[in-house]
């Protein structure tokens, strides 16, 4: 067998190698003493622990026979349910051993390549990776990949170098052809396959997102997304001075239920809704049992009105989200995701109103406040309802940003 003869870095057969053996994703949470000033936890719950196919003589796997060259300037990370991951190629892959005939033509480890996998897949699988190329015109090496950590919104990748390899004095060394910046292009990503030139692009400002030594962690672009172990972020129930409460989860805006209340009581029939219900909707989605959560039936749970329903001016987004207990307080955090099922919700809405209003009007005494309070509810919801359809949901938004809010409970 022929000896090694490529001379890259240390003279033959002395070859450094280099590969990733995994990616861990971990979760790094904020805590508050107060829900209002928020810092980072100390503890950190590792979410995920991605293997990544070795080196391999027999079957050359993402990294090559022995490992990429090097791992400068080479990437491993998680984006948009994918694993992403390029290095630099090296010249063993395509010449066995470390040796190439003498007479045989210039030879280069520019490329254009990178792999991804889907997270669901086995990512040990080397048959699962999927191989891509690059944007660039042509083929590089030792590019720069990097991010903005102030936006975590995107990769971006620029510059590098190409080279080739020539037969001198009785080895293959590397020369240098060019040198590439970001006045050669820059592109960027979002869900690592798709990329798209940035003109106006700052460089200065975005940090590295390639391999160094001296670092161990990276931020992750895009956010982390997977229901491997389906934990919510909040309880759906909570418990305070022997009592449970939770959110009743509408799809729809709630009525005013204690003012609906105080006009049935007065024996009325007649309820004007004003967008300001609308907005505080959120409020009347509290209910209670004394029996605990996994035992109640839906009897068990009835709404509770709390003493501070009408004391701020939470917008209707606000509504399903789950509760916690904290500082001997019930805590809701808002939801600005909901979105209403409004034609459908309406004509249900304003049908019931009007069963009950028929059933109130040939009503006993015993049952007229009974039926009054149903109309009043249904009726208020159809007129809720209607006034979205008529001004767009994206009218109803909190006058502020907020995270949370509080309940009085007597």
Known sequence: ?????????????YYDFACYGNLIIYAVYRESQSLINWSDSSDEIEKANYSIPMPNDYDPSIQGIY???TLKFSALFYIK????????????????????????????????????VDITKDTLNNNNWDKHEFPFPEKRQQFLIKYDRNKLDKVYIYGGISSHY???G?????????????????????????WKEEKTIDVSKLDNYYYEANREKIDIVGGYEVQEDGTPFEPSYTELNGKYYRTFNSTYPMPPIKEIMETVDRFETNFIVTEEHIKKSGYYQLQVSSVPPDKAQESDWVNVVPNNELASSIGWESG???????????VRLVDYDRQFKLNTQYETALNLSEKY???LLNSSMSDFKKYDYYFLYYKAMADMLKIIK?????????????????????
């Not at 008529?390 to 007597?410: C, L, M, Q, W």
């Open 1 to 13: 067998m022929d000896k090694a003869n490529f001379y890259y870095t240390n003279p033959p057969p």
């Open 67 to 69: 490992g990429m060259e």
């Open 81 to 116: 349910g994918k694993l992403f991951i390029t290095g630099q190629k090296s010249f063993t892959d395509d010449n066995l051993f470390g040796y190439r005939e003498p007479q045989a033509s210039q030879y280069t480890c520019d490329s254009k390549n990178y792999y991804t």
């Open 166 to 168: 020539e037969y001198k």
């Open 170 to 194: 009785g080895y293959w060394k590397e020369v240098k052809d060019k040198d590439f910046s970001e006045k050669d292009g820059v592109w960027s990503t979002e869900d690592g396959i798709n």
């Open 320 to 330: 399903g989200a789950d509760l916690f207990t904290f500082n001997n307080k019930i």
């Open 357 to 359: 209003y028929n059933l």
């Open 390 to 410: 008529d001004k767009g949901s994206d009218y109803f938004r909190p006058d502020e940003a907020v995270t949370h809010y509080t309940f009085e409970i007597n």
